[in-house]
């Protein structure tokens, strides 16, 4: 059977996003260096995340989601030369519209498709509200090169609707571009060990690997400071962490999984087989009784 290996990576995001980009270009050469067919960015990683503060400013910031976009057109190149699998993540504008948003890079460089994050956060330090339309594209999986790649983006993933959506998708593997780290109203909570063990979770539940890369380092915006806390990932299917990085350090993780095993044994143990969506209405609700419109 053929073992795809997998990448997650993570850096810290300054005010030069010129030298972001290049950074992030380095580890996804790095990352291919040490064999990576599919490899995961993190969220808004061309900058700092300045959702931090409500600034009409910052909407300068977004791409239209065109083949010639500079940022775009780097990273499908990137993903061409190298033979791999890219999720870009960036900020996009469309009209008056703008969303957080995903493009798809195969490993010839050809952009599958766009993912817009379904659920907007809204919080002291999380300001997305603000910036991004709640995205209108429903969940994606797209078959490329080297598997069935689903991903979500930052707050989706706190949502096992998320995971469950694209694992009836036929995904092989659920990737989620990150920004999290420290709550400006509550300097003493650390959610890593909550924010791991969601996504550990949706791993066992729906028996995929899952992957994450999130940011590092400590950003301020006037009397915003956070510090983003890493600790990027890959489980196993079983929700086992297979590559596990630290709060700090700059870096490439790795690990190979094989998609047929996994598909084999994903439908031997019967998760799906005994699904009973029909007794799922509840989900299409949000107080539990009324259809959500």
């Known amino acids: 059977m053929t073992k795809t290996t997998l990448a997650v990576t993570q850096m810290a995001c300054t005010d030069d996003l010129a030298a972001n980009v290049d950074r992030a270009e380095s580890l996804v050469?790095?990352?291919?260096?040490?064999?990576?067919?599919?490899?995961?960015?993190?969220?808004l990683f061309e900058?700092?995340?300045?959702?931090?503060?409500?600034?009409?400013?910052?909407?300068?910031?977004?791409?239209?989601?065109?083949?010639?976009?500079?940022?775009?057109?780097?990273?499908?190149?990137?993903?061409?030369?190298?033979?791999?699998?890219?999720?870009?993540?960036?900020?996009?504008?469309?009209?008056?519209?703008?969303?957080?948003?995903?493009?798809?890079?195969?490993?010839?460089?050809k952009t599958l498709g766009l993912y817009r994050k379904t659920h907007i956060p809204q919080g002291p330090g999380y300001e997305e509200k603000y910036y991004f339309n709640p995205g209108d594209t429903g969940f994606k999986v797209w078959e490329t090169a080297?598997?069935?790649?689903?991903?979500?983006?930052?707050?989706?993933q706190w949502y096992p609707e998320t995971a469950r959506s694209m694992a009836?998708?036929?995904?092989?593997?659920?990737?989620?571009?990150?920004?999290?780290?420290?709550?400006?109203?509550?300097?003493?909570?650390?959610?890593?060990?909550?924010?791991?063990?969601?996504?550990?979770?949706?791993?066992?539940?729906?028996?995929?690997?899952?992957?994450?890369?999130?940011?590092?380092?400590?950003?301020?915006?006037?009397?915003?400071?956070?510090?983003?806390?890493?600790?990027s990932f890959i489980t196993d299917p079983m929700g086992e962490l297979l590559a596990?990085?630290?709060?700090?350090?700059?870096?490439v993780f790795t690990a190979e999984v094989d998609f047929d095993e996994i598909r084999n044994f994903r439908t031997g143990w019967g998760f799906y087989r005994d699904r009973r969506p029909k007794h799922y209405h509840t989900l299409l609700t949000l107080d539990g009784h009324t259809p959500a419109d």
């Open 47 to 109: 900058g700092p995340y300045f959702c931090k503060k409500q600034k009409f400013e910052y909407f300068s910031l977004a791409h239209e989601a065109r083949l010639d976009d500079p940022l775009l057109a780097r990273f499908s190149g990137l993903a061409k030369e190298l033979g791999v699998v890219l999720p870009v993540s960036f900020f996009e504008r469309a009209g008056k519209a703008f969303y957080n948003s995903m493009a798809m890079m195969d490993a010839d460089g």
């Open 146 to 156: 080297f598997g069935k790649v689903g991903v979500g983006i930052c707050w989706d």
């Open 244 to 251: 596990d990085a630290d709060r700090t350090t700059q870096g």
């Open 168 to 231: 009836l998708m036929d995904a092989d593997v659920l990737m989620f571009p990150t920004a999290i780290g420290s709550e400006p109203t509550m300097p003493d909570w650390d959610s890593m060990p909550h924010w791991r063990r969601t996504q550990q979770g949706h791993a066992a539940a729906n028996i995929l690997p899952v992957c994450a890369s999130n940011r590092i380092g400590t950003e301020t915006d006037e009397d915003v400071t956070m510090t983003f806390y890493g600790s």
């Open 29 to 43: 050469r790095e990352a291919a260096g040490l064999g990576a067919n599919i490899i995961l960015l993190q969220e």
